[in-house]
């Protein structure tokens, strides 16, 4: 299983402004609104970075918008850095329940990479 560490993960905040939607790095998860890390799949398949795409996941609960993209999934960050970050499902739009803590890959033409983040790892 790769590390995110390995996979170039960042956390990240969401953030809106006039000219804009920006995703600046931050270095304390506390801060963090989401993660993005290379693809485990393609990271694998090019034996590396090169040609390797992102993968985002955002949190709703840390207060990221619905029509944030990319989405629907949206996950709870657990952890105290990337090297013991845990995606787990977040609560769903209604409140009622929560989403599936995989991650997922469905955009048309891409890779389709399934799995999930635990303990600082992607698989």
Sequence with gaps: MPKLSD???RLLRYERRD???FLPH????????????LCPLCFAKNGGKVGTHSV??????RGVPE??????GRWKLSGTRI?????????????KGLQSRS???????????HGYVTNGEAA
Excluded: H, M, Y
Excluded at 26 to 37: K, L, M, P, W, Y
Excluded at 56 to 61: F, L
Excluded at 83 to 95: E, I, S
């Design 7 to 9: 996979l170039d993960a």
């Design 19 to 21: 000219v804009g939607t």
């Design 26 to 37: 931050v270095d304390r998860i506390e801060d963090a609104q989401g993660v993005s890390f």
């Design 56 to 61: 985002i996941c955002w949190s709703r609960s």
């Design 67 to 72: 029509d944030a993209q990319p989405g629907p």
């Design 83 to 95: 090297d013991d970050l845990t995606l787990n499902g977040d609560v769903t739009p209604d409140g």
């Design 103 to 113: 991650v997922q890959l469905l955009g048309e033409g891409g890779c389709k990479w």
